[in-house]
Nanobody
Framework: QVHLVESGGGLVQAGGSLRLSCVAS????????MGWFRQAPGQEREFVAA????????KYADSVKGRFTISRDNAENTVYLHMRRLKPEDTAGFYC????????????????????WGQGTQVTVSP
């Protein structure tokens, strides 16, 4: 079992930055690929970014490439999402997720690969 708790969301103006954190407790955090997904009202939950267990492999949704950076600190059981140049369309609930099986590029963005999910943190970007 992996328990995930996100923090760092809030209200920010367009063009601003936020850093989300996700702290994991439980077993074998450093053996899990970690991902960030987001869900806006009335929309499906979508992939944002993912990082493999060793931090070597990363993947981003096209909509956030060049603006968001995912990183992890295995010693602190924490994964981060640094978001820059935020846009109103980034407004959503952001969810951290852990996968024991996603390693290749195809699987990193597949929701079905992620077994553990946090409760989410809200990000609101005003125009």
């Amino acid at each position: 079992q992996v328990h995930l708790v996100e923090s760092g969301g809030g209200l920010v103006q367009a063009g601003g930055s936020l850093r989300l954190s996700c702290v994991a407790s439980g077993r074998s955090f450093n053996r899990h690929t970690m991902g960030w997904f987001r869900q806006a009202p009335g929309q499906e939950r979508e992939f944002v970014a993912a990082i493999t267990w060793n931090g070597v492999g990363t993947k981003y949704a096209d909509s956030v490439k060049g603006r968001f950076t995912i990183s992890r600190d295995n010693a602190e059981n924490t994964v981060y999402l640094h978001m820059r140049r935020l846009k109103p369309e980034d407004t959503a609930g952001f969810y951290c997720a852990a996968s024991p099986t996603a390693y290749n590029d195809y699987d990193l963005s597949r929701r079905s690969q992620y077994n553990y999910w946090g409760q989410g943190t809200q990000v609101t970007v005003s125009p």
